[in-house]
C-alpha cells in the first residue's frame, strides 16, 4: 500500500517545503507530492517568479533519499515543466 501525502502549495517557505519530507515520513507516508506553480498560475496575476523554485528539487530529492521516501511532483501548468 502507498500512502501520499500532499503537500501541494501549503508551505511558506523554502525551509518549510523541505521540513514537509520529514513531518510526512513521520506521520507514515510513503511519498511525498508537491506542484511546480506560480502565483501568476493560480490567480491570473503577479510575478512570474515560481513560489516552489524548482531549482528546490535537487534537495527535495536529497531529503526524500534520506528519509526513505518517495518524492512526487506534478506540475501546475504547462509553463512549470523543466526542460
Given at each position: 500500500?502507498?500512502?501520499i ?17 520529514e ?61
Amino acid at each position: 500500500m502507498k500512502i501520499i501525502a500532499e503537500v501541494g502549495s501549503n508551505f511558506s517557505s523554502e525551509k518549510d517545503l523541505i521540513d514537509s519530507v520529514e513531518i510526512a515520513k513521520s506521520c507514515g507516508a510513503t511519498a511525498v507530492k508537491f506542484q511546480l506553480f506560480s502565483e501568476c498560475d493560480l490567480y491570473g496575476k503577479g510575478s512570474e517568479t515560481y513560489n516552489f523554485n524548482p531549482k528546490t528539487l535537487p534537495q527535495l530529492k536529497q531529503k526524500c533519499l534520506e528519509n526513505d521516501i518517495e518524492l512526487m511532483c506534478s506540475a501546475f501548468s504547462p509553463g512549470a515543466f523543466i526542460s
